[in-house]
């Protein structure tokens, strides 16, 4: 399945706008009491343990996105806007959508 940013597919033509679609994943607390903790050992470095569990977040999110999709009849999502949210003070939302449709 095609999953873009843009609004068009270079060298593909739209035949169907289907629905929008989404997927979100959580993160709780533990990840951000974990940094604020050890924020002193990476100082000038990255957190490549937060990085990998962000990545991972992103990825659920949009494979639920992309499950909805193929549900719908779609073989591809455009316009994809992917969001950092934060839920209180404990957990991190990742969520994105986009819009189904069929190309040919």
Not at 30 to 59: Q, S
Not at 60 to 69: R, S
Request: proline share 0%.
């Amino acid at each position: 399945m095609l999953i873009v940013t843009t609004n068009t597919l270079e060298g593909k033509k739209i035949t169907k706008y289907i629905s929008i679609v989404t997927g979100e994943a959580i993160l709780g607390v533990n990840i951000f009491k974990d940094f604020f903790a050890n924020i002193r050992d990476i100082v000038g470095g990255r957190a490549g343990a937060y990085e990998t569990e962000l990545r991972k977040a992103k990825d659920i999110a949009i494979q639920e996105m992309e499950m909805q999709a193929q549900h719908l009849g779609a073989n591809a999502v455009i316009g994809v806007d992917l969001d950092y949210e934060t839920i209180s003070d404990s957990m991190l939302m990742v969520s994105v959508s986009g819009t189904a449709v069929v190309v040919e």
